[in-house]
């Protein structure tokens, strides 16, 4: 049997912390940003961890 692959996609969006959880980042940050008001996007930068129903999903991807 082949070994698996890692999802390379996933590598670029998620981070890996120490006690085995996932970093990502927030969604509606990437465009369309003149509309959107400066406390709006102060409150979607950086990074949260994700939730416990993705982490089994994601933990699939980094196959190490």
């Known amino acids: 049997m082949q070994k698996l ?3 390379r996609s996933a590598i670029k969006r998620y981070k890996k912390t ?3 959880n996932y970093l990502r980042r927030r969604a509606n940050k990437g465009h369309l940003l003149e509309k959107k008001s400066s406390s709006r ?3 979607l930068c950086g990074h949260i961890t994700v939730e416990n129903t993705e982490k089994s999903i994601i933990k699939k ?3 190490k």
Request: charge should be positive; aromatic fraction near 16%.
């Open 61 to 63: 991807f980094f196959n």
């Open 18 to 20: 120490a006690n085995d």
């Open 41 to 43: 996007k102060r409150k």
């Open 5 to 7: 692959k890692t999802r």
